[in-house]
């Protein structure tokens, strides 16, 4: 979950059936650590509005776990 060039936008994503996904959360101030994000095959952003762009770490775990969950679900 990482505000980068080319990330997708939460809103824009939906979880393919039967996929296993890793989230990867960074600091809030510093994000992802540049030696993990080689690793992750893309990036989901949290659409933001207003001048500061960060969330806490379990908000935006809880933003981003209930949105994939629920999408899985309205899937089935």
Do not use: M, T
Not at 22 to 48: H, K, M, R, T
Not at 53 to 73: E, F, R, T
């Amino acid at each position: 979950i990482e505000q980068i060039e080319n990330s997708i936008d939460l809103r824009d994503f939906q979880p393919e059936p039967g996929k296993k996904y890793a989230l990867v959360f960074g600091n809030e101030v510093f994000g992802v650590s540049d030696q993990a994000l080689p690793y992750c095959e893309g990036a989901l952003e949290i659409p933001q509005s207003g001048s500061k762009h960060s969330l806490n770490i379990a908000v935006s775990a809880g933003i981003v776990v209930w949105d994939i969950y629920s999408k899985i679900q309205a899937n089935k």
